[in-house]
């Protein structure tokens, strides 16, 4: 099946700073999607992107559907941005189903 | 918010005992599917309903079995619970069979002692 890995698996960082985090997957997918996962447990949808950029706020992602990557970035990151953030590939071979990476843990210090 | 509520939020069961877990959908929502959530790890897809019959079904035993009703609502039934079952469990309801959009509750953490 496919696989999907996440970089960096965590990471910390000071208010106010950047940072880009990184899914690989294995296989061509149907859709690909960024979550953040707060820490009781919710996961929040970010972005639904098969290819190409988007952008919401500070948070913007872009999908190379060819290479079979996907980044998402973080511009001035804020303590609530914390959490972990995962991606996920959408599937149809006989049911819709996400995979999920293993996600990167943020943690934005004051 | 994303309008998909589960309960309980939290559960306590003994190793052997049995336990059900509910999930609402959204509205106008009729494709339910369920994930497990170790800790540490990303969620893993257990089955998926779709108009109260299963489609589909992840690399989980038997022991795991759900339902989905007429309101499209659904449960998760695990029996002899095991150690390893101790994880967040997720619903994500979507509003077709063929949709990407899934939105997912806020989960139920299972202990199993």
């Known amino acids: 099946g496919i696989q999907v890995e996440q970089s960096p698996p965590d990471l910390i960082l000071q208010e106010g700073a950047n940072s880009t985090l990184r899914c690989n997957f294995s296989d061509s997918v149907n859709n690909l999607q960024w979550f953040h996962q707060n820490p009781w447990g919710q996961l929040i949808n970010l972005f639904y992107i098969p290819s190409g950029t988007k952008q919401n706020g500070r948070l913007s992602a872009t999908t190379v559907a060819t290479e079979r990557y996907s980044l998402l970035y973080i511009s001035s990151s804020q303590t609530t941005d914390s959490g972990v953030y995962f991606c996920a590939v959408l599937t149809a071979s006989g049911t819709y189903k996400y995979i999920f990476g293993t996600g990167t843990r943020l943690k934005v210090l004051a | 918010e994303t309008g998909v509520t589960q309960s309980p939020t939290h559960l306590i069961k003994t190793r052997g005992q049995q336990v059900t877990l509910r999930c609402s959908s959204q509205?106008?929502?009729?494709?339910v599917s369920w994930y497990q959530q170790a800790l540490g790890q990303g969620p893993q897809f257990i089955f998926q309903y779709y108009r109260e019959e299963e489609n589909g079904r992840g690399n989980f035993p038997p022991r795991f079995s759900g339902l989905q009703f007429p309101n499209y609502s659904s449960e998760l039934n695990v029996n002899a619970l095991e150690l390893d079952d101790s994880a967040l469990y997720l619903c994500a309801s979507s509003p077709g069979l063929a949709s990407y959009e899934q939105y997912f509750g806020p989960g139920t953490r299972l202990t199993v002692t």
């Open positions: 509205s106008g929502h009729n494709t």
